[in-house]
């Protein structure tokens, strides 16, 4: 039992790194979070830390990286899964032996109809098991969600052309825990136009950073920005590294066809963040967008899941 000063501080950290995340059927949930991980975030950022130690973070991402590959860290899989509650293994392929690495656990993979794919017409799916914030536009976004300066969406998209063409259109945030199967997939069938690499900071995008003045992880971590051509129309697909996160890894190939579902890629260990912004205007999904404007809460869903409508309206599905 911690007393005096020390009880303080933990109350304040507990306080300062709490996430509330909303659910689709209406509740409110607390993210699991360890504490060994709470008090470095309310060291790091309230603080403003982490701009003095940007480098050191990028540095020790990439050691993490090296270690999270190697047959030794395997012995962290126990201890993961309970720092971060994951409580349920039978939605996820589990190799013959176990998983021989961290990072071949946290990358693992879903068995067949874990994640049914809502198939409709005009119907866009989550790309990733994630907590999500909807926006009608990217002004909208930095009202209800992203409060740091630096945050534009030519900042984020590396392009002042690519920036006009997806200023009006519909945006969304996707926010992957460590706890979250950490695949992501195509929200609605579509090619790849073209894919680029960004290097950069290895900050946090947990909301104690994103919601803070003064960092900006969405537009200056390592990133790969992807632009998609399909059903939907086009759309910019950013797919963003944080602490911890080593590498983010683009499966799918360039000029090739694929289906609503199908994988795009995967993040080895950490957090992570999915921005995509479309062209034209989406129908988010009442819920999520009720969450996001009216009280700046993520929603939890799955990949697959119908998060919005194009070409349509949610009535007419």
């Known amino acids: 039992m911690l007393a005096g000063g020390a009880a303080i501080v933990h109350v304040w950290v507990m306080h300062v790194t709490a996430v509330y995340c909303a659910t689709r059927e209406g509740g409110v949930v607390r993210e699991v979070m360890p504490w060994q991980v709470a008090y470095a975030l309310a060291m790091l950022y309230p603080t403003r830390l982490a701009h003095l130690v940007d480098h050191q973070l990028v540095a020790a991402t990439k050691r993490f990286g ?3 590959d190697s047959h030794a860290s395997a012995a962290r899989i126990p201890g993961i899964i309970r720092g971060y509650g ?3 293994m039978q939605d996820y392929v589990v190799p013959p032996g176990g998983f021989k690495t961290l990072n071949e656990f946290f990358y693992r993979k879903l068995v067949p109809g874990a994640r049914p794919i809502d198939a409709r017409p005009g119907v866009m799916c989550s790309m990733a098991d994630c907590r999500i914030t909807v926006a009608q536009n990217v002004g909208q976004l930095k009202a209800i969600w992203v409060k740091g300066h630096k945050f534009t969406l030519d900042g984020l998209l590396m392009s002042r052309k690519m920036g006009e063409r997806y200023r009006n259109g ?9 706890q979250d199967y950490h695949r992501f997939h195509f929200p609605c069938d579509a090619a790849i136009i073209s894919c680029e690499r960004y ?5 946090t995008v947990v909301p104690i950073a994103v919601r803070t003045r003064g960092y900006s992880p969405l537009v200056t971590n390592t990133r790969v920005v992807c632009e998609l051509a399909g059903e939907a129309g086009r759309m910019a697909v ?3 590294g944080a602490t911890m996160v080593a590498s983010v890894n683009v499966t799918a190939e360039e000029a090739v066809d694929y289906r609503k ?19 034209g205007s989406v129908a988010w999904d009442p819920r999520l967008l009720e969450a996001s404007e009216s ?3 993520e929603t939890i869903v799955k990949m697959g899941e119908r998060i919005g409508t194009y070409g349509m309206t949610n009535d007419q599905t």
């Open 66 to 68: 090296r270690f999270a």
């Open 86 to 88: 994951i409580a349920d």
């Open 170 to 178: 519909g945006v969304c945030v996707m926010r992957l825990a460590p």
């Open 199 to 203: 290097a950069g900071s290895a900050l």
């Open 238 to 240: 950013v797919i963003v």
């Open 261 to 279: 579902g199908d994988e795009l890629g995967f993040f080895a260990f950490g957090g992570s963040s999915i921005v995509m912004v479309c062209e």
């Open 295 to 297: 009280h700046g809460m």
